[in-house]
């Protein structure tokens, strides 16, 4: 039998419904059904979109999470009432921070669905950050300055693209550029504009469909105190305070 199989027998089982009763719901024969579940016959998309309606449960939960082994508890319910998000709990009921640290971050793409990967994962609590599922995420490189390298960005899961404002910064997990930290824009259809506050990174676009999660930027956990150079603007300012102090000097000079 195959984690789906054993998933959907586990849920039905948990539902207290029939094979019968279940085929009955996604409009198949029972024979049909059985044979998903003895795992005979793989389930195409459309019958696994009515399952996951069904149970309320994501479609990757259901084909890459071995359900029997989730405390339901220990998930965040997303909008239709649907299951997604794995997290921790304190023991207080407070939402933990888990922390993706360098070491562990190469399997949180195939992990992040997966609450034993969640449960192995580093936690802190930051209560100045209020409501809201948290997650810290490593910076790499220097596309966003001021964020360093080495530095943790900490997130607020975003349940949906709708609630992505344009110009602000956000940690996305994507199937095809892994784990990114960004300024997003919304502006084409079904894209995303992922921008680097460092200029000489290009802009490029993610479709909707390559998202995995989004989480949206809620402080750094750096140790340096480096400080950073003046942007263009500043540096007029500078330049202008300048001649301000010398122009007060000159007048000084000629009273006296």
């Known amino acids: ?28 024969t029972r024979g049909r059904y059985v044979k998903y579940e003895d795992g005979t016959s793989e389930a195409p998309y459309e019958i696994l979109k009515k399952i996951a309606y069904h149970f309320h449960i994501s479609i990757d939960l259901l084909l890459s999470v071995d359900i029997r082994k989730i405390d339901f508890q220990d998930l965040i319910y997303l909008e239709n009432n649907r299951l997604i998000l794995p997290i921790q ?24 669905a997966d609450p034993e990967y969640i449960e192995s994962l580093q936690q802190i609590s ?14 790499e490189g220097d596309s966003m300055p001021p964020h360093e390298e ?4 900490v997130g607020r899961y975003v349940e949906n693209i709708g609630q992505v404002q344009d110009g602000k910064t956000y940690i996305l997990i994507t199937k095809n550029h892994g784990m990114v930290y960004k300024r997003l824009n919304k502006n084409k259809k079904n894209t995303l504009v992922l921008e680097s506050d460092n ?11 390559e998202i995995l999660e989004i989480w949206e930027f809620q402080c750094n956990i750096g140790r340096t105190d480096t400080k950073q150079p003046l942007t263009e603007i500043e540096s007029l300012k500078e330049i202008l305070l300048e001649l301000k102090r010398e122009v007060s000097e000159i007048k000084e000079n000629t009273v006296n």
């Open 1 to 28: 039998m195959s984690l789906f199989s054993d998933n959907i027998r586990a849920l039905r089982v948990k539902s207290k419904i029939s094979q019968e009763k279940l085929a009955e719901h996604l409009q198949i």
């Open 89 to 112: 709990i304190e023991p207080n009921g407070d939402n933990s921070i888990e922390i993706v640290t360098e070491k562990v971050k190469a399997g949180y793409l195939t992990g992040y």
């Open 126 to 139: 930051l209560p100045f950050l209020g409501s809201g599922k948290h997650r810290g995420f490593p910076v």
């Open 150 to 153: 080495g530095s943790i960005i």
């Open 199 to 209: 200029r000489f990174y290009p802009n490029y676009e993610v479709k909707f469909s």
